[in-house]
C-alpha cells in the first residue's frame, strides 16, 4: 500500500481548524444568528446520539465488518470525533455494499484504466468494496485524522485476508486534494455540506481541464475544448445534486431516490 499522504500532506484537522472554518464559511452562508442557531441545533442532535439506544442503531450493517474483521460501522467514533464532525460538515455514514456493488458494475468502464477515488472515504468501506474491481489505482481521501487511521488499519487486516487491495490514503481538506490527470471514478457519499461541495467540483472540473490542455500541447492539437480524461462521479444519497447537474462539464447518466451518475461530457458510459 502506498500511503499518499506522507508527500506534502496538508496540516491535519483540529477542533480549533475546525471550528475557526466551519464558523467562517457557516456565517457567510446563513449570518450569525442562523450560524448559532445550527450550532445548538448540532450540538443537541450530537448529545441524543450519545444515548445508548441512539447508539446501537448506528451499528447498521455488521455483517461486512464481520465476514473481513474490520471496523467500518458509524457506531463507535469517540465523542471528540463526533464533535469534529460537526465543523467538518457531515457525520461519517458507511456505504451499503449491496447498493455499492450493482451501481460500480453497471458503470461498465474498463475498471483497469481508471482510478477511484472517494472522497470523504472516512473508515475506508468503500475503498474495500472497490479493491473488488480491477482498478488501475483506488485513493481515499479523509479530514479527520482519526478515522484516517482506523482506515489505514482496516486497509492492512483486509489486505490480510484478500491479498488484492491497492489502496492509498490521502488526509486532509479534499479541496486541497491534487487530482490525478487520468480516468477517474470519483465517489461521494454526500460527504461535504453544498458550498464544499460546489468547490471541490469545481477544483476537479479545473483539474481535468488542465490536462486537456496539456494533452494537446503534448499531441500538437488545436484546442476543442474536450476533455483529455473521462470522468464519473458516483453520488451515493444526492441531497445535494444540483450541484452537479449545474456544471456544465457534467451529465447525468443515471440515477434513481439513492443515487446519481454523472460523467464528463465526452465520456461514454456503459449504461443508457
Known amino acids: 500500500m502506498t500511503d499518499s499522504e506522507k508527500n506534502n500532506f496538508p496540516p491535519p484537522f483540529t477542533l480549533r ?16 444568528w442562523r450560524t448559532l442557531g445550527r450550532l445548538g441545533s448540532s450540538a ?16 447498521g450493517d455488521l455483517e461486512y465488518d464481520w465476514e473481513w474483521r474490520v471496523d467500518t460501522t458509524w457506531a463507535n467514533p469517540r465523542f471528540g470525533t463526533r464533535l469534529r464532525e460537526i465543523f467538518a460538515g457531515r457525520q461519517y455514514m458507511p456505504t451499503d455494499p449491496e447498493l455499492f456493488r450493482p451501481v460500480l458494475h453497471e458503470l461498465g468502464v474498463p475498471y483497469e ?11 475506508g468501506r468503500a475503498l474495500l468494496l472497490a479493491s473488488e474491481f480491477p482498478f488501475r489505482r483506488i485513493i481515499g481521501v479523509e479530514l479527520l485524522p482519526e478515522l484516517h487511521a482506523v482506515a489505514q488499519e482496516n486497509i492492512r487486516t483486509y489486505q490480510e485476508g484478500a491479498q488484492q487491495a491497492r489502496i492509498e490514503l490521502w488526509c486532509g481538506d479534499a479541496r486541497q486534494f491534487p487530482f490525478p490527470s487520468e480516468p477517474l471514478v470519483v465517489f461521494l457519499f454526500d460527504p461535504f455540506p453544498e458550498h464544499v461541495l460546489e468547490q471541490v467540483i469545481a477544483a ?12 494537446r500541447v503534448a499531441s500538437g492539437e488545436a484546442g476543442d475544448g474536450k476533455h483529455a480524461h473521462q470522468v464519473y462521479v458516483v453520488y451515493q444519497n444526492p441531497i445535494s445534486e444540483h450541484v ?23 465520456a461514454r458510459a456503459g449504461q443508457s
Open 17 to 32: 481548524r475546525g471550528f475557526a472554518a466551519w464558523w467562517r464559511d457557516s456565517v457567510r452562508q446563513r449570518g450569525f
Open 113 to 123: 484504466q481508471f482510478t477511484f477515488i472517494d472522497l470523504g472515504s472516512g473508515k
Open 244 to 266: 452537479l447537474s449545474n456544471s456544465r462539464w457534467l451529465r447525468r447518466v443515471k440515477g434513481n431516490i439513492q443515487y446519481a451518475v454523472y460523467s464528463s461530457r465526452e
Open 204 to 215: 476537479l472540473e479545473r483539474s481535468v481541464r488542465a490536462a486537456s490542455c496539456e494533452s
Open 44 to 59: 443537541s442532535e450530537l448529545l441524543r446520539d450519545c444515548a445508548p439506544a441512539r447508539r446501537r442503531l448506528r451499528y
